[in-house]
C-alpha cells in the first residue's frame, strides 16, 4: 500500500514477464504519483496479472470473451476510492515490443489509461477530452505516446 492510500497487486505474472523488485518500487511509487496528481488522493487498487485472468475479467464483467489490455472497475460516485484497474503483463509486454519501449514503460502508460477511466472519462464516447488528459499527463510523467494516440494512428493508416 502507499502512503496515499492506492494499492498496486501482482497476480498470476508469467516468469519472463515478472517485474524486478526496482521495477516494482518504481510502480509502487508510480501509482502513488497518480494517486496525489492524477486523482486527488482519492485511493485506487491496481493488479498486475495475466491474459487468462483479463480474459475472464472481460467476459464476466463485459461479456467480452477475449483477453485485453487493460480493465477499469469504478466504484460509485459517493466512494472515497477510485476503484480497481486489472492490467494484462502479456499485452503489456505485447505493445510494448510493438510500439519499441519497455514493458515497465507499457504498463504505467496502462495503469494512467486505466484511471482516467475511474475518473469518468471516456475515449470512446467523449469529446476528446480523455485524450487530452492522457496527453498532457503522458507529457508531464515522461511517458511514450498514449494508447488513444496510438489508436487514432492506427484508424488512419487502415483507412
Known amino acids: 500500500m502507499t502512503s496515499a492510500g492506492s494499492i498496486l497487486l501482482f497476480g498470476a505474472i508469467p516468469a519472463e514477464l515478472r517485474p524486478s523488485k ?4 518504481a510502480l509502487a511509487q508510480f501509482v502513488e504519483l497518480l494517486d496525489e496528481r492524477v486523482c486527488g488522493g482519492r485511493p485506487f487498487e491496481c493488479l498486475l496479472t495475466n491474459d487468462a485472468h483479463l480474459r475472464q475479467l472481460n467476459r464476466d464483467f463485459l461479456g467480452l470473451d477475449y483477453p485485453t489490455d487493460v480493465l477499469s472497475f469504478p466504484t460509485s460516485a459517493l466512494s472515497s476510492e477510485l476503484g480497481e484497474i486489472a492490467i494484462s503483463m502479456d499485452r503489456a509486454a505485447a505493445q510494448a515490443e510493438e510500439f519499441g519501449h519497455s514493458c515497465f514503460d507499457e504498463v504505467r502508460i496502462l495503469i494512467l489509461h486505466g484511471v482516467l477511466h475511474l475518473l469518468g472519462f471516456d475515449h470512446e464516447t ?5 485524450a487530452r488528459e492522457e496527453k498532457r499527463f503522458r507529457r508531464e510523467f515522461g511517458l511514450a505516446e498514449t494508447l488513444i494516440a496510438r489508436a ?8
Open 22 to 25: 526496482v521495477e516494482k518500487r
Open 126 to 130: 467523449g469529446d476528446g477530452k480523455m
Open 152 to 159: 487514432s494512428k492506427t484508424k488512419k493508416v487502415a483507412r
